[in-house]
């Protein structure tokens, strides 16, 4: 059966630590693996990974994928009060996606 | 950029009424779409896969008569959760796959703002 499997579920930190989120995946005919961020609404998209060892950078975000290990994480540095969300990975194949169960981000200010 | 719209944004009924969820896709022409359902802190649930022109493609466990899905266009596509009950109540989401432009482009995901069911 395929699944993603996100760790941790969720993480209270402080404004200026940084955060590692993890997400492992076991998905037949996998194609990518993509970063969502979910506040209020719907998921919007950060990062789409298809080769390993590329890191993926948007400002304070970065992403890798490992594609033998079957897994990719997210980095946030710098955190801020606006970076408290659902992060939500996804595994695509084909044209689907399946979703992992979210890690919760909360930052303290 | 790729946006998706969705309608209504909230909508609240009584048990056993039908209501119907309308996606668009605003700048581009979506032959798929996807309907996801998501329960509080909890993540997103593919329902079923929508393609224009033909039936909807249901994930396991879904009811189809449940869940009625049309895609008549290639711009817009249709939930209908027919006899609603209060166990329906969730957050619908859509999505529709869009293609970047550069070499190569990129199919990417785009998600609708969400509707939020409450059944009385």
């Known amino acids: 059966e395929d699944k993603v499997v996100q760790s941790p579920l969720s993480l209270v930190v402080h404004e200026g630590d940084t955060v590692t989120l993890n997400c492992s995946y076991e998905?037949?005919?996998?194609?990518?693996l993509l970063w969502y961020k979910q506040e209020k609404k719907a998921p919007t998209f950060l990062f789409m990974l298809t080769s390993s060892g590329i890191e993926k950078k948007s400002g304070r975000l970065s992403s890798i994928l490992d594609k033998k290990e079957l897994f990719s994480i997210l980095n946030i540095t710098a955190t801020q009060t606006g970076d408290s969300a659902i992060y939500l990975c996804?595994?695509?194949?084909?044209?689907?996606?399946?979703f992992g169960a979210g890690t919760i981000l909360r930052v303290k200010s | 950029g790729a946006v998706v719209s969705q309608h209504p944004s909230r909508v609240i009924c009584k048990s056993g009424t039908s209501v119907k969820i309308e996606c668009r896709s605003l700048?581009?022409?979506?032959?798929?779409m996807f309907w996801y359902r998501q329960f509080p802190k909890k993540s997103l649930m593919l329902m079923a896969t929508?393609?224009?022109?033909?039936?909807?493609?249901?994930e396991q466990g879904v009811e189809k008569d449940k869940f009625l899905i049309n895609h008549a266009s290639l711009t817009l596509s249709t939930l209908t959760v027919t006899s609603a009950h209060p166990e329906d109540s969730s957050f619908y989401i859509c999505s529709a796959l869009y293609r970047t432009s550069g070499t190569p482009g990129a199919n990417v995901l785009t998600f609708g703002a969400g509707s939020r069911l409450t059944v009385l």
């Open positions: 998905v037949t005919n996998f194609r990518s």
């Open positions: 700048d581009f022409q979506a032959t798929t």
């Open positions: 996804a595994s695509r194949y084909g044209n689907k996606l399946v």
């Open positions: 929508s393609n224009e022109g033909s039936k909807a493609t249901y």
